[in-house]
């Protein structure tokens, strides 16, 4: 049971410790953001305390007013406080106290040595022998898994990506790769790119980690099934959301037939309900934009999540899709930069937030699987061109990443916003009720009482607008209709038409 908030004004104090100075890359905000986040995380700023004013605090630390309020938006996202302006605000997240005893990544602690071991003996094993057969073969008679609809606009729009500084970037390494890099591959992907994402992921994402742990994947695809292949025999267990992400459920299907849907709820992955499950393996979770619903897991959901991982012997599958692109602050802190247990394989790909094509993903793994997914990287033949492994550590390290995200996030959140005003409009009086607009690709519409879900669905297939129902996503579930609307990659021409639509299904 959580501990009752109690208010303690006292506490404002804490805020006057030193700081630590910024890390390389690090905006104000996300600086002002960590430097309170991770106060609460030691217990510095317990359950309850109180933070000091946006005006004072950013007299305390000399930066802007409109940096902290920023900053204190985010932290009131993620479930670390509560309160709004006016009111002041509180610390509301209630941390375990095994937490404290083991402390933040890079504080110490971990996951037991000779757990640790055991792990990595055994997917040694798995990725130096034969592949893991999949549970079962194959019928032809099956019907195919479903698929996304062609155009749910749910990726990036690659009319924004500057592809002249690409092609000269390409032209420039294709002119100073060498024979010899050419020749010598390294499973886990160039050293100097895993580099610039391991700093990247420092920065922007909150996780301490180095080119060790970092593999260069084609894709968050690639990486779960590689985790699959390397962790799961066909007596275990794995969790997945439900409602959830489509392509999980093939994909982990391929090694073991015991999948069992976990519900979400209003907080995403239901930690409570995977406790009933015995013999959990792997769970695959997107804790911070839950597809499809978008919800984002509060901090002591996530801290929830990694005991009961740690307790259950269980692999975390941190499906991290889209985070880059938030519209009201910084993007989140992942949750791997919680992770003390070493338990959670965090997933990103460059696909999402550059361009499909271009299939470069990535991992961050424990350090004591990394030799099994090189050697699985190896057996398995899959790697990405060394050209453009060079061209994009040098578009990370020169900047050009970071420029291409803040345009495309202004531009994604006007998009945002003129889909938002056309649902207000189609709603009229009635409440506005939309989830996962925050941040990432999509959001979900949950239409008021009465409204006709079927006659929009079957309007938007002959307009050929790209709308889905949340049902698809469902696999034991029955939800309310709410309807999937991507709007990252819409031009305007397809803005209009969902405008159009909208107006035409809900004249009155």
């Keep these: 049971m959580s501990r009752p908030l109690v208010r303690d004004a006292r506490l404002e104090s804490s805020l006057d410790l030193p700081v630590d100075p910024p890390r390389a890359g690090e905006s104000k905000q996300a600086w002002v953001y960590r430097q309170i986040r991770e106060r609460i995380l030691r217990g510095v700023l317990p359950s309850g305390g109180r933070l000091p004013s946006t005006r004072d605090l950013a007299a305390r630390w000399h930066v802007a007013r409109s940096t902290v309020e920023a900053a204190y938006d985010q932290l009131r996202g993620e479930g670390y406080t509560a309160g709004t302006v006016g009111s ?36 040694a094993a798995v990725a130096g022998g034969p592949a893991a057969a999949p549970a079962g073969s194959a019928d032809p008679s099956a019907p195919s898994p479903r698929r996304e609809a062609s155009f749910m606009a749910r990726s990036a729009d690659a009319s924004l990506f500057p592809m002249e ?29 895993r580099e610039q994402i391991a700093r990247y992921l420092g920065a922007a994402r909150g996780i301490a ?33 439900d409602p959830g992400y489509l392509n999980a459920e093939p994909l982990f299907s391929q090694y073991t037939r015991r999948i069992v849907p976990i519900a979400i709820d209003e907080h995403g992955f239901s930690v409570a309900r995977a406790r009933r499950q015995r013999g959990a393996r792997l769970a695959h979770v997107t804790p911070a934009h839950q597809s499809p619903t978008g919800v984002t897991m509060p901090v002591s959901r996530r801290l929830e999540l990694l005991d009961w991982a740690a307790q259950a012997g269980c ?7 889209d985070s880059e692109f938030s519209y009201d602050g910084a993007p989140l802190a992942a949750l791997k930069s919680l992770d003390g247990g070493d338990r959670v394989i965090h997933f990103g790909s460059f696909n999402k937030t550059l361009f499909n094509a271009l299939r470069i993903g990535y991992a961050v793994v424990p350090r004591s699987l990394a030799p099994a997914f090189s050697r699985a990287l190896y ?4 790697s990405c061109s060394v050209i453009e492994q060079m061209t994009l550590a040098a578009f990370l390290e020169d900047g050009g990443f970071a420029r291409h995200v803040r345009k495309a996030r202004s531009v994604y959140a006007a998009r945002r916003d003129r889909v938002m005003a056309m649902l207000r409009e189609a709603v009229g009086p009635a409440p506005l009720r939309v989830s996962g607009e925050q941040t990432g690709f999509h959001l979900v519409w949950w239409p008021p009482s009465g409204f006709d879900v079927a006659a929009l669905l079957a309007r938007a297939r002959d307009w050929g607008v790209g709308i889905q129902p949340v049902a698809d996503f469902c696999r ?13 990659a819409r031009q305007d021409a397809d803005l209009d038409r969902l405008e159009a639509l909208l107006r035409e299904v809900t004249r009155r």
């Design 88 to 123: 002041g605000t509180y610390v509301a997240a209630v941390i375990p106290d095994n937490f404290f005893r083991r402390g933040l990544p890079g504080d110490g602690g971990g996951a037991s040595a000779p757990r640790a071991a055991a792990t990595a003996a055994r997917a």
């Design 165 to 193: 500084t690409w092609r000269k970037g390409l032209m420039a390494s294709a002119q100073r790769v060498t024979p010899a890099q050419l020749a010598h591959e390294d499973p886990l992907g160039w050293h100097p790119l």
């Design 315 to 321: 692999w975390i599958l941190d499906d991290d899709y």
């Design 379 to 382: 057996v398995t033949g899959r």
């Design 476 to 488: 034991r579930v029955s939800w309310p209709d709410g309807v999937v609307i991507g709007y990252s």
């Design 209 to 241: 980690c180095d080119a060790g742990q970092v593999v260069v994947l084609t894709g968050i695809r690639d990486g779960l099934d590689l985790s699959a292949r390397l962790l799961l025999t066909p007596q275990d267990k794995v969790l997945v959301e």
